[in-house]
C-alpha cells in the first residue's frame, strides 16, 4: 500500500516570495514521485517528476522538487512566486511494480499582490 | 490540438437518471484511466483500462460502468444518478500501464446532480 500526505491544504504567499509546499510519502516499494499542477477550471498538468538519477529535478517555470528517501519527502519549491502561480498542486506517487498512482489531498497556493 | 478530450464538460441532471461522459485521446497511450475529484478538490481514481482490459476497479459503485471500445476511448456510463455523485470526472491517459511517466488529463466534467 503506498500513501500521501501533503502536510499543508492552503498556503497564502505574497508576490515574489519564496514558497515550499511539502509532501512526504509512504510505501512498501520503490515509487516514482510526481507534482501536479491544476489551474481553476482545467485538468492537471504535469509540474515535474522523479524517476531516479539526481535527487534534485526542475520544473521550466522555476519550481524545483528534491527527492529525499531517507525522509520519504518531496517537497516542492519556488524562489519567487508570481500571481499566475496561483492554482492547486497535487503530489503523486506510483508504485514502480503496479503502476497506481496515488495522489495526496492536494495544496492550493494563493499568491497575493 | 487537444490530447486528451472529454465531453460533455457540463451535465446537469435529475437524481435517478443515467448520465454518459465519452473520452478520447488522440496520443497513442495504451492505458486510460477515470478520476473523480470532489468538492475538497480530493482526487480519487476509479478506474484504469490498458488496451481496452479493465485493470484497476477501485471501490466504486455498481451504477458506475465503464467501457472502452478501443484504446483511444474510455466512456464512463453512470445509472441512477445520487446527489453524492455530483463532482467533476477526469479521464487521463499513461503511455502503459506501468506509468513510468506522466498521466494527461482530461479538462473534466462537471456533473451536477439535483
Known amino acids: 500500500a503506498q500513501s500521501v500526505t501533503q502536510l499543508d491544504s492552503q498556503v497564502p504567499v505574497f508576490e515574489e516570495a519564496p514558497v515550499e509546499l511539502r509532501c512526504n510519502y509512504s510505501?512498501?516499494?520503490?515509487?516514482?514521485l510526481f507534482w501536479y499542477v491544476q489551474y481553476p477550471n482545467q485538468g492537471l498538468q504535469l509540474l515535474l517528476k522523479?524517476?531516479?538519477?539526481?535527487?534534485l529535478v526542475k520544473s521550466i517555470n522555476g519550481f524545483e522538487a528534491e527527492f529525499n528517501k531517507s525522509q520519504t519527502s518531496f517537497h516542492l519549491r519556488k524562489p519567487s512566486v508570481h500571481i499566475s502561480d496561483t492554482a492547486e498542486y497535487f503530489c503523486?506517487?506510483?508504485?514502480?511494480?503496479?503502476?497506481?498512482?496515488?495522489f495526496g489531498d492536494g495544496t492550493t497556493l494563493t499568491v497575493k499582490p | 490540438d487537444t490530447a486528451v478530450s472529454q465531453t460533455p464538460k457540463y451535465l446537469v441532471t435529475q437524481m435517478g437518471n443515467d448520465k454518459s461522459i465519452k473520452c478520447e485521446q488522440n496520443?497513442?497511450?495504451?492505458?486510460m484511466y477515470w478520476y473523480k475529484q470532489d468538492s475538497k478538490k480530493f482526487l480519487k481514481i476509479m478506474f484504469s483500462?490498458?488496451?481496452?482490459?479493465?485493470?484497476i476497479n477501485e471501490t466504486v459503485p455498481n451504477r458506475f460502468s465503464p467501457k472502452s471500445p478501443d484504446k483511444a476511448h474510455l466512456n464512463l456510463h453512470i445509472n441512477s444518478l445520487e446527489l453524492g455523485d455530483s463532482a467533476v470526472y477526469f479521464c487521463?491517459?499513461?503511455?502503459?500501464?506501468?506509468?513510468?511517466?506522466?498521466?494527461?488529463f482530461g479538462e473534466g466534467s462537471r456533473l451536477t446532480v439535483l
Open positions: 496520443l497513442g497511450h495504451d492505458t
Open positions: 522523479y524517476l531516479s538519477g539526481s535527487t
Open positions: 510505501s512498501s516499494v520503490s515509487v516514482y
Open positions: 483500462y490498458n488496451n481496452k482490459e479493465l485493470i
Open positions: 487521463a491517459s499513461s503511455l502503459n500501464g506501468l506509468n513510468t511517466g506522466e498521466l494527461f
Open positions: 503523486a506517487v506510483t508504485n514502480t511494480n503496479a503502476g497506481k498512482s496515488t
